[in-house]
């Protein structure tokens, strides 16, 4: 008995396009609103087939009247400059930040910090404003040089180049700080301390000596040193040379900023013949320390806001 089959025939081009429609109708993207349960906030994105991609509010950024709230990091040049621009937009919730670090010492204001207390409002802390103290460039000078062994031509330059930061004390008049009176007191008193003068004689003494040899180096009682060479020159050049135990300069720590007192002692060896020179300042980690605190205390009282060391959160 013969079979009729019923089965329609769909054209191959028909077919392609059915599936085309299909898939174009799953995949095609469409905007939607997606709402957070937990606070109502809505926000827009992008569906298209399984997956859901939010939009960028930043993207609408061009088309608005005004932004949506303040953020960027304002990079201040000055510690006036800082204090003033958190004046401007601080509220009673900001809060500054501060880097004690001795090399690279800051300070970050965070204008739009958290809401204060347990239950208080969480913020973006995206405003901010920064300043990074700038070392002083004497500072800077004796510090690298600090503890660095140096020939005697070096150590001549060195001190020709910085002589006005030696500090010439007044006996009588000059008061030190208690410490720094101990340590003066401990090598000697006041007469182990040198002048600038001194200090020239040393250098152009050494100068006139850098070619001789070392014949006696020794420590005298009253603190000082002295140094005979051997004669290559005239009389007057082989002279005994004195090298003073101590002297005292002052220089700022940050760029524009007060002076403050340093004592540096003064070292030398002599080695097969040879003279080697350097300098030990002495607490230089108190004074930067003093120099940071008296800086913070400044934004404290003129800007009448909280001043943490350490660092804001990223």
Known sequence: MATTDTTATVPAGDLVQDVRSLVEDYVKAEVITVLDPSTG?????VRSGNSVNPIDPKIFEPYRDEPRFRHGTAT????????EHVNRFKDADSIVFANDDRKNPSLTAVLDYHRIGSAGDPRFGKHRSTFAFPLSDEWQAWAEANDEKMTMAEFAAFLENRIIDVLYLIPGEDSLPEDLQRLVDTLGGPDTIATPNKLMELARGLQVNDEAIVQEAVNLASGEGVVRFQARHTDEH???LKVPSLFLIAIPVFRNGPLYRLAARLRYRAAQGRL??????WRTDRTFDHAFSESLERVRVETELPVLVGKPEA
Not at 76 to 83: A, K
């Open 276 to 281: 080697t020179f350097w300098f030990e300042l």
């Open 41 to 45: 906030v809505c926000a827009l994105a």
């Open 76 to 83: 201040m040049l000055s510690l006036d400059s800082l204090i």
């Open 238 to 240: 082989g002279a005994p």
